[in-house]
């Protein structure tokens, strides 16, 4: 690997591991009064929080590198590791950096560990992000808009600064330009997965946790630039597949380098769907919050943690595999993900309709041994590959 995108890469492995918020600390301290929130996976409208001068921070659990010691006290035994992590985070001093916590509509499980959050740390701000899940802009759009007002009066007192128009207008650009290179690294990687491995493009999209989003735009487009220098990216004989179940807690780095090493090029996946959960542009122009509703209303992706009408239901991934030439799909959810479990049969009916490939195991963020996932996997691959010739 050349110096420079070797740097650029190990950056990211940096942020990636660092569960102490280094990143955070060092952000605030280069200006007095600086704040920052954190908030758990899936969507939160991080504009409001930057227009607000408040740097949003994504808070993903522990991963691997974290031994669970008081964590596992506040929660039984069958639900998902991500809470139980994010405890123990909290509880060692890791988030004392933060300013607050929000916690969005994602499950039973982040809905209690947003009341608990509140008897943990009495004197930090909570609060639990219900998004509609009516998309009639009459109803959703309304309940909606007054969450956001009063997400945005929240916002200005802990800031200590109102939160103008023309501040939320810049945000909204901001954050455009970043799901854009977002979506463009995506598509670059959809073509060539061989040039920009999800085992990396997963590193540099974690960095946008705990950087502002200037500053990640900036980073994901040097990737896009670096990567295609390197000479010995080559193609491989993989099969091309979609994951699918991963949009909270997040996997292992392992696993995903597992899947590649197994003989899987993923073009398509729901990882860090929080990032991206908007498809396309919020409208700059006019009243920002009235554009941030119906960005949501209209533009918000298929997830197992959002209203889809009867019928709906797999449609959106079965597009995902037609649009990136996939040749099978990948169920990998956590443990006790009842939104991603719940929602897997319906998606696998979907995909039998249309003949199409697929498996399925589960993880957890602490996951440490991949050699029956790699197996399965290769398998998978090695399946495909055979059918395909055949």
């Given at each position: 690997?050349?110096?420079?995108?070797?740097?650029?890469?190990?950056?990211?492995?940096?942020l990636?591991?660092?569960l102490?918020?280094?990143?955070?600390?060092?952000?605030?301290?280069?200006?007095?009064?600086?704040?920052a929130?954190?908030?758990m996976?899936?969507?939160?409208?991080?504009?409001?929080?930057?227009?607000?001068?408040?740097?949003?921070?994504?808070i993903?659990?522990?991963?691997?590198r974290?031994e669970?010691?008081?964590?596992?006290?506040?929660?039984?035994?069958?639900?998902?590791?991500?809470?139980?992590?994010?405890?123990e985070?909290a509880?060692s001093?890791?988030?004392?950096?933060?300013?607050?916590?929000?916690?969005?509509?994602?499950?039973?499980v982040?809905?209690?560990?947003?009341?608990?959050?509140?008897?943990?740390?009495?004197?930090?701000?909570?609060?639990?992000?219900?998004?509609?899940?009516?998309?009639?802009?009459?109803?959703?759009?309304?309940y909606?808009?007054?969450?956001?007002?009063?997400?945005q009066g929240?916002?200005?007192?802990?800031?200590?600064?109102?939160i103008?128009?023309?501040?939320?207008?810049?945000?909204?650009?901001?954050?455009?330009?970043?799901?854009?290179a977002?979506?463009e690294?995506?598509q670059?990687?959809?073509?060539?997965?061989?040039?920009?491995?999800?085992?990396?493009?997963y590193?540099?999209?974690?960095?946008?946790?705990?950087?502002?989003?200037?500053?990640?735009?900036?980073?994901l487009?040097?990737?896009l630039?670096?990567a295609?220098?390197?000479?010995?990216?080559?193609e491989?004989?993989?099969?091309?597949?979609?994951?699918?179940?991963?949009?909270c807690?997040?996997p292992?780095?392992?696993?995903?380098?597992?899947?590649?090493r197994?003989?899987?090029?993923?073009v398509?996946?729901?990882?860090l769907?929080g990032?991206?959960?908007?498809t396309?542009?919020?409208?700059v122009e006019?009243?920002?919050?009235?554009?941030?509703?119906?960005?949501?209303?209209?533009?918000?992706?298929?997830?197992?943690?959002?209203?889809?009408?009867?019928?709906?239901?797999?449609?959106?991934?079965v597009?995902s595999?037609q649009?990136?030439?996939?040749?099978?799909?990948?169920?990998?959810?956590?443990?006790?993900?009842?939104?991603?479990?719940?929602?897997?049969?319906?998606l696998?009916?979907?995909?039998?309709?249309?003949?199409i490939q697929?498996t399925?195991?589960?993880?957890?963020?602490?996951?440490?041994?991949?050699a029956v996932i790699?197996?399965?996997?290769?398998?998978?691959?090695?399946s495909?590959?055979?059918?395909?010739?055949?």
């Open positions: 690997m050349k110096p420079e995108l070797e740097q650029l890469v190990h950056r990211a492995q940096q990636y591991e660092d102490d918020l280094a990143a955070v600390r060092t952000w605030k301290q280069a200006a007095p009064g600086r704040k929130i954190g908030y996976p899936i969507y939160v409208p991080r504009e409001l929080m930057h227009a607000a001068g408040i740097l949003p921070v994504g993903l659990g522990g991963g691997d974290l669970i010691i008081r964590g596992d006290a506040y929660f039984q035994s069958y639900i998902c590791h991500i809470p139980r992590s994010t405890v985070l509880l001093g890791r988030l004392d950096v933060l300013d607050g916590m929000l916690f969005p509509s994602i499950g039973d982040i809905r209690n560990l947003s009341g608990m959050w509140t008897m943990l740390f009495p004197g930090r701000y909570v609060r639990y992000v219900d998004v509609p899940q009516n998309f009639d802009p009459k109803v959703g759009g309304a909606w808009r007054r969450e956001l007002e009063t997400l929240d916002l200005t007192r802990l800031a200590g600064r109102a103008k128009d023309d501040d939320l207008r810049h945000s909204i650009a901001i954050y455009n330009q970043n799901r854009q977002i979506r690294l995506y670059a990687r959809s073509w060539q997965p061989w040039v920009y491995p999800t085992s990396e493009l590193l540099f999209l974690r960095a946008g946790n705990v950087l502002p989003p200037e500053e990640h735009t900036e980073l487009r040097q990737y630039k670096l295609p220098l390197e000479e010995d990216r080559k491989k004989d993989h099969s091309r597949v979609v994951l699918v179940g991963m949009f807690e997040q292992p780095l392992g696993l995903l380098l597992t899947l590649e197994a003989g899987c090029w993923i398509d996946d729901d990882l769907l990032m991206r959960w908007l396309g542009e919020v409208e006019g009243d920002p919050l009235a554009n941030l509703v119906t960005a949501f209303l209209e533009q918000s992706t298929a997830t197992a943690s959002r209203y889809q009408p009867e019928g709906d239901r797999g449609r959106a991934l597009e595999v649009h990136n030439v996939a040749e099978g799909v990948i169920f990998c959810a956590p443990s006790f993900c009842d939104p991603a479990l719940l929602d897997q049969p319906m696998i009916a979907a995909l039998d309709r249309e003949s697929h399925q195991f589960k993880y957890s963020e602490d996951t440490g041994q991949f790699r197996e399965q996997a290769g398998t998978f691959s090695d495909i590959r055979l059918w395909s010739e055949a």
